[in-house]
């Protein structure tokens, strides 16, 4: 079995983008019995890539449904006084998923977990941050409050649609970003004139950090949102006639807002239009839309499981985030910094 590395050296080797190096695995606590990880149904291939870089196995639990849908979960193995990372992103079915990470949570507590962290690569509802019309809930505050509840000791979140419902927790928080993995997919591509665009001002910032990264200049396209999943392009701000077009998003839903990008894009004069997006929830329209749209390519990564239809869409592309997880799980148990995983 390799020996451990510290963080530092698994940043510096998965920026060489050696594919031999990165199928190895940099990390091993298969001798550590106050570690494991569990994981519920809603995106067990993620958590066992993040085993098989750690070197340990999937804790073992028996996860069953009543005739009526009620969640029935139970551990079998013991718990007592361990180190417990349990991933469950809440993507659709979102309700189901947010229950059964609930249930699971007080099942560690009840079996004297020494500690809790949920890993939650999607964060749902996080797009309901904050009061933007009369009479709603602010919903990303109450699942926080749930979590906390249910008895999470520790959070970690990768690329929350707002920084700020980090704030809504009354516990440590890790906000990790899919970025290195995407940035070091498009710099192998090599793409000449390359622009790097925010599909909407709330994406500036990401999208900032991306074209800094590439070193590329940066483009914002000026959205007016009509309703829910309803979006109206206005304009472009940048140039972007004769050049490659990078849009950088952080969730990829009915694709409404992705293709109209792109149709302007093309229509301000831009050559080819790629796309990279954190997370692929693809509903409704969805796949329809980007395999029939004029985007050259769409990365996500695999905080959600990728739909069989969109695994047939030859212009979806997806990068694993399991090996970026794993760094910043192994540097959480070992309680050493996880700010240079942010390169």
Do not use: W
């Amino acid at each position: 079995m390799q020996e451990a590395t510290g963080s530092s050296t698994a940043q510096a080797t998965r920026a060489k983008g050696s594919a031999a190096t990165s199928s190895r695995r940099r990390f091993s606590l298969s001798g550590d019995k106050h570690f494991k990880i569990f994981a519920g149904s809603a995106n067990r291939d993620l958590a066992e890539k993040v085993c098989e870089h750690l070197g340990v196995t999937l804790g073992e639990t028996k996860l069953q449904r009543f005739a009526d849908g009620e969640i029935y979960f139970q551990l079998l193995e013991n718990v007592r006084g361990a180190d417990v990372f349990l991933v469950q992103p809440t993507c659709y079915p979102v309700d189901q998923n947010l229950v059964e990470l609930l249930i699971m949570i007080d099942a560690l507590k009840r079996a004297s977990a020494g500690r809790i962290t949920v890993v939650v690569p999607y964060y749902g509802y996080a797009r309901q941050d904050r009061k933007d019309r009369p009479r709603v809930a602010i919903s990303s505050k109450l699942v926080a409050d749930l979590i906390t509840t249910a008895g999470a000791n520790r959070a970690l979140f990768m690329d929350l649609h707002a920084a700020q419902i980090q704030g809504f927790f009354n516990i440590p928080v890790d906000h990790m970003f899919a970025s290195p993995v995407l940035v070091s997919y498009f710099r192998e591509l090599n793409m000449p004139n390359l622009t790097v665009v925010s599909p909407d001002a709330g994406g500036v910032e990401r999208a900032r950090h991306f074209a800094q990264k590439v070193d590329a200049p940066m483009a914002i396209v000026d959205k007016r949102r009509t309703d829910i999943n309803v979006t109206e392009v206005m304009h472009v701000i940048g140039d972007v006639k004769d050049r490659t077009c990078l849009i950088v998003d952080d969730i990829v839903d009915t694709a409404g807002t992705l293709v109209k990008t792109v149709d302007a894009l093309l229509q301000e004069g831009a050559t080819k239009v790629y796309a990279c997006a954190s997370h692929a929830v693809l509903s409704g329209p969805a796949i329809e839309r980007i395999a029939n749209s004029r985007l050259e390519e769409l990365v996500v990564t695999d905080s959600i499981p990728l739909r069989p239809e969109a695994q047939r869409v030859a212009k979806i592309k997806v990068r694993s985030v399991s090996g970026l997880l794993a760094a910043t799980i192994e540097s959480i148990h070992m309680e050493t910094s996880v700010s240079s995983l942010f390169n």
